[in-house]
């Protein structure tokens, strides 16, 4: 069981925004950022969202983080085909790095 | 920014294996380095990073006692020496440059190599 509780999937279809949930306790995303990572089956994961809602170089807005308390988001409006991946959210506990069990968004 | 891991394979049940990456394109003396795995079917799991100089690592408790991270940074090489490997351990392991002292994100990730613990 992951530290950090992300649905097993979600879905939407082109042009929709969809939302990913992730919830942690005081330990983690309560008191630490929270960062996001797109990843495709056999390629590197990929940094979406850090610092709970900085956008590395490269990445379109139309993918945003966001915190509040101890969840975190991660929206995605506009949705393409191409933003069918597993998603993971991650963030700090005790000196460690502890991470989501990951949703696999279906563009439908 | 290049990460390029390698070592993984077919292992028996309790042996060993050594993993690298070779890293390019960045001052790799500046960072902490991790690896992550991620099993058949399962997500992406956290095993261990170690500090710029390689005075501080830590570990999951899945791997604690079993696992050992270290570097080089004249070669600009990240290690994970694996020992007593179970059927458990069978996964893709990535390096990847981080955790970010602040932000604690990890910015850049390799292909990954696949380890294989069967009988």
């Known amino acids: 069981q992951s530290v950090l509780t992300q649905p097993p999937s979600a879905s939407g279809t082109p042009g929709q925004r969809v939302t990913i949930s992730c919830s942690g306790s005081s330990s983690n995303i309560g008191v630490n950022p929270v960062n996001w990572y797109q990843h495709l089956p056999g390629t590197a994961p990929k940094l979406l969202s850090y610092g709970n809602n900085q956008r590395p170089s490269g990445v379109p807005d139309r993918f945003s983080g966001s915190k509040s308390g101890t969840s975190a988001s991660l929206a995605i409006s506009g949705l393409q085909s191409e933003d069918e991946a597993d998603y993971y959210c991650a963030s700090w506990d005790d000196d460690r790095v502890v991470i989501g069990g990951g949703t696999k968004l279906t563009v439908l | 920014v290049h990460l390029v891991e390698s070592g993984g394979g077919l292992v028996k049940p309790g042996g060993s294996l050594r993993l690298s990456c070779a890293a390019s394109?960045?001052?790799?003396?500046?960072?902490?380095m991790s690896w992550i795995r991620q099993a058949p079917g399962k997500g992406l799991e956290w095993v261990s990073y170690?500090?710029?100089?390689?005075?501080?690592?830590k570990f999951a408790d899945s791997v604690k006692g079993r696992f050992t991270i270290s570097r080089d940074n004249a070669k600009h090489s990240l290690f994970l020496q694996m020992n007593s490997l179970t059927a458990e351990d069978t996964a893709v392991y990535y390096c990847?440059?981080?955790?970010?002292?602040?932000?604690?994100?990890?910015?850049?990730w390799g292909q990954g190599t696949l380890v294989t613990v069967s009988s």
């Open positions: 990847a440059r981080g955790p970010d002292k602040v932000t604690t994100h990890f910015d850049w």
């Open positions: 394109g960045f001052t790799f003396s500046d960072y902490y």
């Open positions: 170690i500090s710029t100089s390689g005075e501080i690592t």
